[in-house]
């Protein structure tokens, strides 16, 4: 089964607010947020690669961000999942973590209002580069245990920039680092 990007946003946030889902933690890093791992964010599907055979195995060129709290030398970690064509870079050991995929939805503002709609967690339309972005702040659903989320789509690449300890201001800097390249 295929996830669309959004629907893992989806199920990656019920995990957090649920406990249950097939996110698993990996470890007991400060980079999980309930049972979450930013540092390994596929969990045990993933499997860790360089950065170049990640462009080859999701069929896009992965950008990465210049920003101070992630850049190309504080790259930790690749992973991918061939099936579904999925990418995520880890950067500090799971401060910020990007994530990618072909958006497999035609429209971005109709989709992020869907995830508004059907969720509880304090979370806005904003934008990123004149690109509509999902905002999502931390602990901010029912449990309290979401991480900070931005979501917007680049040339039909769907990128998720997530944190447990940045602020969503921090990680909108991220994504148009990543939305100008």
Known sequence: MQLRPAILLVAVLSAVTSGCGTVRSISAEPANVAGVSLAR???????????RAADAAVGFSVPQPDTRIARPGTLTAVWIVKATRQVALVYRGGTVTVMMARALYSDPRSEFSRFLRENHAHARLGSVDGLVALVIWPR????????AWVEFDR???DINVVSATRP???????ARSLAAG
């Open 41 to 51: 964010p596929f969990g045990p599907g993933g499997q860790r690669t360089s950065l």
């Open 140 to 147: 901010s659903d029912a449990k309290r245990s979401n991480p």
């Open 155 to 157: 040339h039909g690449i």
């Open 168 to 174: 969503p201001r921090a990680l909108l800097a991220v």
